[in-house]
């Protein structure tokens, strides 16, 4: 199989992409400025209740988000005596191999073996309150004295308060939320894992303060980040006429999806929800946006790859996978979703609950789990995984691990099926698209392309050639696919067309004769 279908369709994509970037997306200013302030709002509020928090648990003991140290005493309550031997005993790290650096192997324990580890090698983190330092006096420094016993000029630092003139003396009650950590795969450097991640896994599990504070951290963090990437980062790149024209990168990524730069709209939370879409509107007097979207695009195409007939069974029964996630792991369908797709990426740590419902995905979707063992097979002796587009991916350095499995084994089961999805696919679909408006002479102007997504500022009077257009670009990556790789794609397409007077609140457009 050669790389030249590959080649062709990214040559096609530059003129698409050339010609969104020069359209660019019309931004309504007042809608962003009015995003702006309710974030800030919020940012605010979510401050005061985490500071709240915080205090209610850890005393007077100064708590900084952003230190990893400091997470880890507030949400496991525990503190690493010797963090040397902390990250020897749990494989934390990377060594080098050569002159690359490579992530250290991470040991296999029990859970009763892990318990003892955590046990031994950490101490309990105790709730404080502060008090006047005595050394000093609150002052946080002193003077030494000379032979004739006059005072030096300049002062030293306190050596009992380290200068903070307080001191922070432990009441006796446990600081923190009190978290269990799951297994020796949460280890990390300052004790155990705080990142999004980690939480997100938890959080479907936990129950009172701890739930109300993961939740609200979680959320402070998303925010900041909407404020500064999406909100500001829109603002900047605005030009005099509300227009801002983002970057498309063909080339960034690791698995051939699109990035984009100033701001990365390729990074924007999925689904329906995100408030700044609002803020994206027609150019046109009496114009809309049209969108159109895949269903569940990426584990169709993880059901093709892998040619699983339960997966084709689902797709054409309009089965409820997040359904069907929440019964196994004992949790709300929204709650599901972070879940079900993750054994499509090699997902296997997790609380015991979700632990099951992996084992249980792989049971149900049995030609996906032995496709995943192929995949590595052919990593460990190729050292490269191809997919029906000729697209290849690299893994030099894979090998066999000691419990049987091999290293970057996520990036191998991953990277194919987002490279074909949204790699692929999805571009084919887009230049189909850009190719049917310009035979039509269409006004209408693709804008933008995200995650299994195409977007249109619709002229008037053009609404149901865009929404027939979309529908006909989408589907064609069957008939394409067999054009341009010699490849039946032959797993049901499903695809949504909306329509609004911004890209946030559109309404379905039925399809019509």
């Known amino acids: 199989m050669t790389l030249l279908p590959t080649l062709d369709l990214s040559f096609e994509m530059t003129s698409c992409l050339t010609d969104m970037e020069l359209a660019g997306m019309k931004i309504d200013s007042d809608a962003l ?58 494989g934390i790290g990377n060594h080098l191999k050569g ?16 318990s003892r580890e955590v046990k031994t090698q950490t101490e309990v983190v105790k709730r404080t309150r502060v008090i006047r330092c005595g050394a000093c006096q609150g002052s946080g420094e002193f003077y030494r004295k000379k032979k004739d016993g006059s005072d030096w000029k300049k002062a030293s630092k306190c050596k009992s308060c380290g200068g903070a003139g307080v001191i922070y003396q432990p009441t006796g009650k446990v600081a923190g939320f009190k978290l269990v950590p799951r297994s020796s795969q949460d280890a990390a450097e300052a004790g155990f894992q705080t990142n999004k991640k980690m939480f997100e896994e938890v959080l479907p599990f936990l129950e009172g303060d701890a739930k109300e504070f993961i939740e609200k951290f979680l959320r402070r963090s998303a925010v900041t980040t909407y404020l500064t990437t999406f909100v500001g980062g829109t ?86 996978v997040h359904a069907y996630t929440a019964s196994v792991i004992g949790c709300s369908r929204q709650e599901a979703k972070a879940d079900t797709f993750k054994p499509l990426y090699g997902g296997s740590s997790g609380t015991d609950n979700q632990q099951a419902y992996y084992r249980a995905f792989k049971e149900k979707y049995s030609g996906v789990a032995q496709w995943h063992e192929t995949l590595q097979t052919q990593a460990l002796i190729d050292k490269v995984v191809q997919i029906p587009s000729g697209r290849e991916y690299s893994f ?36 189909a698209l850009h190719r049917m408006f ?23 009077g053009e609404e149901h050639s865009v929404a027939r257009l979309l529908r006909s670009s989408m589907m064609s990556i069957k008939e394409e696919c067999m054009k341009r790789y010699g490849v039946d794609y032959d797993m049901p397409i499903g695809i949504e067309v909306s329509r609004g007077l911004n890209w946030l609140e559109t309404e379905e457009v039925k399809e019509t004769p």
């Open 33 to 90: 400025d009015a995003l702006e302030v309710d974030y800030k709002a919020e940012l605010v509020e979510l401050e005061v209740r985490l500071n709240e928090m915080t205090k209610s648990v850890m005393g007077d003991t100064p708590i900084n988000y952003d230190s990893q140290d400091d997470m880890v005493q507030l949400i496991y309550s525990r503190r690493v005596k010797d963090k040397a031997l902390w990250k020897s005993t749990f």
């Open 99 to 114: 002159n690359n650096k490579v992530q250290t192997w991470r040991p296999r324990m029990t859970k009763a073996a892990f």
């Open 235 to 320: 603002r900047r790149g605005m030009d005099k006429h509300g227009i801002l024209r983002t970057s498309f990168n063909q080339i960034n990524t690791s698995t051939g999806r699109l990035s984009t730069s100033r701001p990365n709209f390729q990074n924007m939370p999925r689904g329906n929800t995100f408030p700044l879409r609002r803020c994206i509107v027609s150019r046109f007097e009496g114009g809309s946006i049209t969108k159109a979207d895949y269903s569940q695009l990426e584990f169709r195409v993880a059901g093709f790859l892998a040619q699983d007939k339960r997966v084709y069974e689902d797709v054409l029964a309009g089965v409820d």
């Open 396 to 431: 030099p350095y894979t090998k066999r691990t000691k419990w049987g499995g091999v290293t970057g084994a996520t990036r191998i089961k991953n990277y194919p099926v987002q490279g074909f999805a949204t790699g692929d696919l999805v571009p084919i679909s887009l230049v």
């Open 438 to 460: 310009k035979l039509e002479g269409l006004k209408s102007i693709i804008i933008n392309t995200v995650h299994d997504e195409n977007v249109v500022d619709t002229f008037p």
